[in-house]
């Protein structure tokens, strides 16, 4: 077999794959590599303190609930304020 649960004595034995094969295989692993420890992430929450910030903007406790947490924070990035409420002048 040319695999083996322990990696320090791993052995690849290049005979048991075609050229494509490899050529994806090593296409695939170098893809991976360049990836390094970069890692994506979705925000789900807005935090005490983004919502401190966005009362700050005037922005009233209902309104902050229907807001989506990355909405939330481009509100905070832009420093957009509250504008009046709907209805008032």
């Given amino acids: 077999m040319p695999f083996d649960n322990n990696v ?10 075609d050229l494509n094969a490899l050529t ?4 695939i692993y170098k893809s991976l590599e ?5 890692s994506a992430s979705v925000k789900f929450m ?3 303190q983004e919502e401190a910030d966005l009362t700050a ?6 309104q902050i609930n229907k807001l989506k947490p990355l909405e ?13 409420p709907i209805g008032r002048e």
């Fill in 72 to 84: 939330a924070e481009d509100i905070l990035k832009s420093g957009i304020n509250a504008g009046p």
């Fill in 34 to 38: 360049s990836v390094g420890s970069k």
């Fill in 57 to 62: 903007l005037g922005y009233s406790k209902e």
């Fill in 8 to 17: 320090e004595d791993f052995v690849f034995d290049t005979a048991l794959f």
């Fill in 24 to 27: 994806a295989l090593d296409n």
């Fill in 46 to 48: 807005i935090t005490l």
